[in-house]
């Protein structure tokens, strides 16, 4: 069983940079695809980045501002994001390939 511990979410002015990171435990993730999803209300859980043997894919929204990246030593996925925007408002949840495993979601939120 894997559990994920997701930090880094809070509220920031548009134009702004927020990190988030995601730790996982329990049993070894290094051979697993790892990532991000986000939920904003009203719309369905969409991805945002996913990384695997240091192969990224990003959605085309976030591309040329956001940055996944990954430490397999601490099995930690993270997302630096810059130049948010309001629309990337959302719950961001930590994914982790095959069962899969997500985590409880960590909520950023972009002003205007």
């Known amino acids: 069983q894997v559990q994920l511990v997701e930090s880094g979410g809070g509220l920031v002015q548009a134009g702004g940079s927020l990190r988030l990171s995601c730790a996982a435990s329990?049993?070894?993730?290094?051979?697993?695809?790892m990532g991000w999803f986000r939920q904003a209300p009203g719309k369905q859980r969409e991805l945002v980045a996913i990384?695997?043997?240091?192969?990224?894919n990003y959605a085309d929204s976030v591309k040329g501002r956001f940055t996944i990246s990954r430490d397999s030593a601490k099995d930690t996925v993270y997302l630096q994001m810059n130049s948010l925007k309001v629309e990337d408002t959302a719950v961001y949840y930590c994914?982790?390939?095959?069962?899969?495993?997500w985590g409880q979601g960590t909520q950023v939120t972009v002003s205007s």
């Open positions: 994914y982790v390939s095959n069962t899969p495993y």
């Open positions: 329990g049993s070894s993730v290094s051979l697993n695809t």
């Open positions: 990384i695997t043997s240091g192969r990224t």
